[in-house]
């Protein structure tokens, strides 16, 4: 099997990550490594994919989730206004860093949260970024665990009732046992009025 990398090692096969997309483009949930945790993840256009993950995780829609795309343009496409400021924040952000904004567009009604914003992050983690890229549309990331409980840090870590229930878990990055923490997450609002959220 011929493998595939952008420029970094280990690589990951062509037949994972061609599975990934063809289960993304059913409307399936993937198990898949980020640039953070171990993600739970679907075609952020697909109202009922979305639904399949809130299912999942026993999560209350009120509960907003975010979404990863794998490029500058990518993210313009998802985000109808940008901040400056944004960018700048992207530029030298030193740790993954999940960007809230107040205009998404494009995206399943069910993912934006009742303000009407949504966290967007721009991955670079060789994986989801080449993902990303090559199904053309954000895609889902939230922690693969039940809501309220504690995000697992590593493949090893992720419940077996969660394993059961998706459609497929990408093989690439399951023995890496470097333990993972979750994003920086910033809200930027009309205006460029910045608010940490973590």
């Not at 490594?33 to 809130?54: H, M, Q, S």
């Not at 670079?124 to 954000?138: A, D, H, I, W």
Request: glycine share 8%.
């Amino acid at each position: 099997m011929k493998e595939l990398s952008s420029h970094s090692v280990p690589r990951f096969t062509r037949e994972d990550i061609t599975k990934a997309l063809e289960t993304l483009k059913a409307g399936g949930v993937i198990l898949y490594p980020t640039d953070t945790i171990w993600g739970l993840g679907c075609d952020a256009t697909n109202p009922e994919a979305v639904e399949k993950i809130y299912y999942i995780k026993g999560r209350s829609e009120s509960k907003a989730m975010l979404a990863l795309v794998g490029s500058d343009g990518q993210l313009q496409n998802a985000v109808a206004h940008i901040p400056e400021i944004s960018w700048e924040l992207i530029d030298s952000a030193v740790h993954p860093l999940t960007i809230i904004y107040d205009h998404p567009k494009g995206l399943a009604h069910n993912l934006i949260a009742p303000d009407g914003s949504m966290g967007i992050r721009i991955t670079n983690e060789n994986f989801s970024r080449t993902l990303c890229q090559r199904f053309g549309k954000p895609i889902v990331s939230t922690s693969a665990n039940k809501s309220g409980q504690k995000s697992p840090a590593t493949f090893a870590d992720i419940p077996r009732e969660i394993k059961e229930k998706v459609d497929y878990i990408v093989k690439y990055g399951r023995d890496n046992s470097l333990p993972h923490t979750a994003s920086n997450i910033i809200k930027i609002s009309d205006g460029g009025v910045v608010k940490v959220i973590r």
